[in-house]
């Protein structure tokens, strides 16, 4: 990228509520049901039917606006957005365009544990998500033909609208990871973008450094529906990159929406942009306006969970690195294990190194989350102050954790089960270190000459002796004396 443009990206998000029924009707909301099964006469949008509003989906959504500092409207409306796809059986989504839920949020942007930037948020509004085409085929393109599940139709959404204030794919990363890392402690959306619960349009356009027009009247791509975070920054890239070489050339950039293609990881052209004028959009007749009172919001605002940066001070405060923060906040499951480890234990750089290494290693290999760990918040800690009074070297309890997290048993069971304890007697070990001195006079001649690796030699020799068991630290102080007696008798 040349520094003759500056990259201007805004991104909408569409996030699913996890309410049990769809925004207007008692249909089910779960997802991967047998296609058409989920439907009524209202989400088949029969005539003659009328909507009624979900009251859990505008509690999710206005938790949602709060979490993001956006301002709450007590007084919204719903829209008419007219469209033909065929997955969309009325012919209009419901949705709020003039007045919607809330604006004028925002979302910090973290580096190194600090924020750098705030992303505007312009806008969230509540409104129905369309059905789902089925192509057969790789993509719409090539596609023999296309099957329609209504199943999706109606089920709740949020919209997340954020100002053009996104200056890299980088920035457009770190934006996407905390807004998600914000509505997962809400619980009020899966989140999972590979099943379509969290999707995210990218709007990417150059401006010249000699442009002196709006951002609005900017040429702009829109990159349409990508499927996770990483994508999203792919997708970027790679626009920035092309719409930089047709300017470069002299080339006008096309208003127009694109597909992003996961193999290549480039966008490829689906159709040209529509204008908010060609939807004809106007007030939802069939529903009321939504009108929130004071005691609605007040008791929002009160249900909130802490914000992700008093959880980051939090685990800044106990020592935990920026990048172990990052990894702990974006799972709830882990800053739970967290709290609960740490409430039992006092040395929280313990905890957050042996859940995000050893833990996680087993967590991972299995398939499994800190939320479902076989091995329990207080079971770690039982292990690290088996470790603390001497019963257990470091290699001894990766050992032990291994087992408990196979039997689901504690520290000391397992212990106990492996007929593991570490030796701590001073007689024994240097009953072992004397023999295994005897054993090596070379090497001990060639420590006494400075070699300090061939002491290495001899624990390792001595480790061997007791099946791992011996105190590594009192092993080394018991060679360096038995040595030095050996040198002086010499
Ligand atoms: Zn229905």
Redesign the pocket.
């Known amino acids: 990228m040349n520094s003759n443009f500056e990259v201007i990206i805004g991104l909408e998000v569409h996030v699913e509520l996890k309410t049990q029924s ?1 925004l207007f ?3 089910s909301t779960e997802f991967g049901a047998e296609p058409n099964t ?7 949008g029969m005539p003659g039917v009328l909507p009624v509003l979900n009251q859990q989906a505008v509690v999710y959504a206005t938790k949602a606006a709060m979490a993001l500092q956006c301002t709450v409207h007590p007084y919204s409306k719903f829209d008419r957005k007219q469209y033909f796809y065929p997955d969309l059986p009325k012919a209009y989504q419901i949705s709020q365009y003039d007045q919607p839920l809330a604006e004028h949020g925002s979302v910090p942007i973290v580096e190194n544990g600090e924020v750098v930037k705030k992303i505007g948020v312009r806008r969230i509004h509540l409104e129905e998500d369309a059905g789902k085409l089925n192509h057969i085929g790789q993509r719409l393109g090539d596609a023999k033909g296309s099957l329609v599940d209504l199943n999706r139709a ?1 089920v709740p959404l949020i919209e997340i609208v954020s100002e053009p204030d996104i200056r890299s794919a980088e920035e457009a990363r770190l934006y996407l990871t905390e807004l998600r890392n914000i509505l997962s402690y809400l619980d009020i959306s899966d989140l999972r973008m590979e099943e379509g619960s969290m999707r995210c349009d990218a709007n990417v356009s150059l401006r010249p450094k000699d442009y002196t027009g709006s951002l609005e009247d900017l040429p702009r791509v829109e990159i349409k529906n990508v499927n996770s975070i990483r994508n999203v920054q792919r997708g970027i890239e790679y626009e920035v990159e092309r719409q930089a070489e047709l300017l470069a050339r002299g080339e006008r950039i096309v208003k127009e929406t694109r597909g992003f293609d996961d193999q290549s990881g480039r966008t490829y052209s689906q159709r040209s942009k529509e204008e908010a004028n060609d939807y004809r959009y106007f007030p939802e007749p069939d529903l009321p306006p939504l009108v929130l009172d004071e005691a609605f919001i007040q008791t929002i605002a009160g249900s909130l969970p802490p914000s992700t940066m008093t959880i980051r001070e939090e685990l800044k405060a106990a020592g935990v690195q920026p990048k172990d923060i990052e990894i702990i906040l974006a799972d709830q499951g882990a800053w739970a294990f967290w709290q609960d480890a740490t409430s039992q234990y006092a040395d929280a750089r313990q905890i957050t190194n042996w859940m995000l290494s050893d833990l996680s290693r087993l967590l991972n290999a299995h398939g499994d989350s800190f939320a479902t760990s076989p091995v329990s918040p207080s079971n770690l800690v039982e292990l690290l102050k088996l470790i603390d009074d001497g019963t257990l070297s470091g290699r001894m309890a990766k050992e032990v954790l291994d087992h408990m997290y196979q039997t689901k048993q504690p520290a000391h069971i397992v212990v106990k089960d492996l007929g593991l304890s570490q030796i701590t007697d001073q007689n024994a070990i240097t009953q072992v270190v004397e023999e295994t001195v005897a054993q090596h006079p070379q090497v001990v001649q060639d420590y006494l000459s400075g070699k300090e690796k061939a002491l290495g030699f001899l624990v390792g020799q001595v480790m061997k002796k007791t099946k791992g068991q011996a105190k590594p630290d009192m092993v080394n102080a018991i060679l360096k004396e038995v040595i030095q007696a050996y040198a002086e008798k010499a």
């Open positions: 769809k009707c008692s249909c989920h439907t009524c006469p209202i989400c088949l109606g």
